[in-house]
């Protein structure tokens, strides 16, 4: 029992090692290939998790060859547009200048009523407001609705908007962010100093940020939490 339990602890890490190697896309932005590995993947580990016969080598082997193969398809990919769209495919274009494209759905096997589910996902729920609709080699659909309908921007008024920057943390659950206070080129001495305005120390915030106009925000973490 001890042993399937180890065996399963090391095979999760490596899964999960491989997995952010692999990079940071989202189950339903996987190209195929991605999917394919991810899939199998999983099937490997599986096997030696629960057979304690079988050495777990056979699992770890072929995962780490996975990641290899991942890794060439992917410099494969930034390298050669041709090989790219081998593998990945091109986008497709469902709806164009507000007509729908019947051959496309025909060939990329998608109903109206996908079709019309996808752009209820993104906030579009009358065909006639978009003028382009693009299947991506992903699967997610893009959509570019048309210009009467689309939302409108500080620009389209002749609107001057300061530019506002990412915000940082600063503390999160009490912990100062050292790297964050860096990039800022800040220390602790200045936080500190900061949080004196709110009346409480840096390890009772329960989370401060900054923004781009320098604005602080600070909530203090309740007491007894």
């Not at 199998?40 to 780490?64: K, R």
């Not at 041709?82 to 998608?110: A, H, N, T, V, W």
């Amino acid at each position: 029992m001890l042993i399937t339990f180890f065996r399963a602890i090391i095979l999760y890490i490596l899964v999960l090692i491989v997995m952010r190697l692999m990079g940071k896309r989202e189950i339903g932005q996987l190209q195929p290939f991605e999917l394919a590995i991810s899939i199998m993947i999983a099937d490997l580990a599986s096997i030696p998790m629960t057979e304690i016969g079988i050495p777990i080598s056979n699992g770890i082997v072929p995962i780490l060859g996975l990641l290899v193969m991942h890794l060439v398809i992917s410099i494969l990919n930034m390298k050669s547009i041709k090989f790219r769209q081998i593998m990945c495919g091109k986008p497709s274009i469902l709806i164009y200048r507000g007509e729908i494209d019947e051959k496309i759905l025909k060939k990329e096997r998608f109903t109206i009523n996908e079709l019309e589910e996808r752009l209820r996902a993104n906030n579009i729920f009358n065909l006639s407001d978009v003028e382009y609709a693009i299947l991506e080699t992903s699967g997610q659909v893009t959509v570019i609705p048309k210009p009467n309908k689309r939302t409108t921007t500080p620009e389209d008024f002749n609107l001057d908007v300061k530019y506002e920057g990412i915000s940082y943390d600063l503390i999160v659950d009490g912990v100062i962010m050292k790297e964050n206070l860096k990039k800022l080129g800040k220390d602790t001495t200045w936080l500190q100093k900061e949080m004196q305005k709110f009346k409480i120390k840096p390890e009772e915030a329960l989370i401060a940020t900054i923004d781009g106009q320098g604005q602080i925000f600070c909530q203090a973490k309740k007491k007894g939490k």
